[in-house]
Every structure is written in structure tokens, then in C-alpha cells.
């Protein structure tokens, strides 16, 4: 295979590497109050067949219902502000993490999103192995209630409660 292009070959140019400056990312997502989400990578801004990744700013103590996102992997690297996981059967195991921190959700593993602050909003970078929006809400009783404010991204588009 020649480095050279031909006419068969993709346009390198325009089909290669692409940047995505951070104000220009797509507020057109899934919104609800008191979360405010963009997307960076996605199908309809750049192609990405196999993953999403946006920022998320969830409003202080916001926190989902029990659910987890079938066979995707989810990534979630805290910018700033203080996020809680709680995760397992019934919820019961729970760990925090600070700006600079990444959280890492296994596929099909139950688990609750909160914002461990009462008066800071969290700022994330979420990243999914997939487009697909898969939420599955399960019929645990959070440890942590969840407030009015869903959690609505790509993978949660009608929110988790």
C-alpha cells in the first residue's frame, strides 16, 4: 500500500484527525434542569461509529435513581466539584472523586451518579464505548434519594430515576 493518496482512498484532509474546540461544543442533547450537557464526539459531529464523549455539568446535590447502561462502558473524568458513585445489588458500595480524577463504569454494573456537593456544580467529561443511548432503570431503593433532577445524556435521553 502506496502512502500516496488515490481516488479510492479517504480525503486525509477533511476525514482525518479532527479538533473540536471547547466552546463549540452541541448543546442540541438531551437537557433537563439542573444539568446542562454538550456533545463533543458523536456520530452527527464527527462520524464516531463506536463512542460519545461531551461535558456534563450536573447542578449541586443532584443525584440519578439506581440504573446501569447494559453492555457500554462509561468513563467520567471529574473537572471539578465532588462526585459520589454508589454502586452493587443494593447499592452498597460508594467511593468519591475530585477534579483530576477518572471513574470508570463497568458494563451492566448497578450504580447511582450524585453530586457529593450542596453548593458546587460538578463538571465532568463523560465518554461511552457507544452512540447508543442504553439506560436500564432498575428497581433498587437508592441509599441516596434522588432528587427531582435527572440525570439525561446520551445514554440516559428520557433521564434516570
Same mark, same amino acid.
Given at each position: 500500500?502506496?502512502?500516496?493518496?488515490?481516488?479510492?482512498?479517504?480525503?486525509?484532509?477533511?476525514?482525518?484527525?479532527?479538533?473540536?474546540?471547547?466552546?463549540?461544543?452541541?448543546?442540541?442533547?438531551?437537557?433537563?434542569?439542573?444539568?446542562?450537557?454538550?456533545?463533543?464526539?458523536?456520530?452527527?459531529?464527527?462520524?464516531?461509529?463506536?463512542?460519545?464523549?461531551?461535558?456534563?455539568?450536573?447542578?449541586?446535590?443532584?443525584?440519578?435513581?439506581?440504573?446501569?447502561?447494559?453492555?457500554?462502558?462509561?468513563?467520567?473524568?471529574?473537572?471539578?466539584?465532588?462526585?459520589?458513585?454508589?454502586?452493587?445489588?443494593?447499592?452498597?458500595?460508594?467511593? $468519591? /472523586?475530585?477534579?483530576?480524577?477518572?471513574?470508570?463504569? #463497568?458494563?451492566?454494573? !448497578?450504580? &447511582?451518579?450524585?453530586?457529593?456537593?450542596? %453548593?458546587?456544580?460538578?463538571?465532568?467529561?463523560?465518554?461511552?464505548?457507544?452512540? $447508543? /443511548?442504553?439506560?436500564?432503570?432498575?428497581?433498587?431503593? #437508592?441509599?441516596?434519594? !434522588?432528587? &427531582?433532577?435527572?440525570?439525561?445524556?446520551? %445514554?440516559?435521553?428520557?433521564?434516570?430515576?
Amino acid at each position: 500500500m502506496s502512502s500516496k493518496h488515490t481516488h479510492d482512498e479517504p480525503a486525509w484532509k477533511h476525514d482525518g484527525v479532527r479538533v473540536i474546540p471547547g466552546n463549540q461544543l452541541d448543546a442540541n442533547t438531551a437537557q433537563t434542569p439542573g444539568m446542562d450537557r454538550k456533545a463533543a464526539i458523536n456520530f452527527a459531529r464527527v462520524g464516531a461509529q463506536k463512542l460519545w464523549a461531551g461535558t456534563v455539568h450536573i447542578h449541586p446535590d443532584a443525584k440519578t435513581g439506581a440504573h446501569h447502561h447494559g453492555p457500554l462502558e462509561s468513563v467520567i473524568y471529574v473537572v471539578k466539584g465532588r462526585a459520589r458513585m454508589r454502586w452493587g445489588e443494593h447499592l452498597e458500595f460508594t467511593a $468519591e /472523586a475530585g477534579p483530576g480524577d477518572f471513574i470508570y463504569v #463497568p458494563p451492566y454494573v !448497578p450504580h &447511582q451518579e450524585i453530586n457529593a456537593s450542596r %453548593t458546587e456544580v460538578l463538571e465532568c467529561v463523560l465518554c461511552r464505548s457507544d452512540g $447508543e /443511548a442504553v439506560a436500564v432503570n432498575l428497581d433498587i431503593e #437508592p441509599v441516596e434519594k !434522588p432528587e &427531582q433532577v435527572l440525570w439525561v445524556d446520551p %445514554t440516559h435521553p428520557r433521564g434516570a430515576v
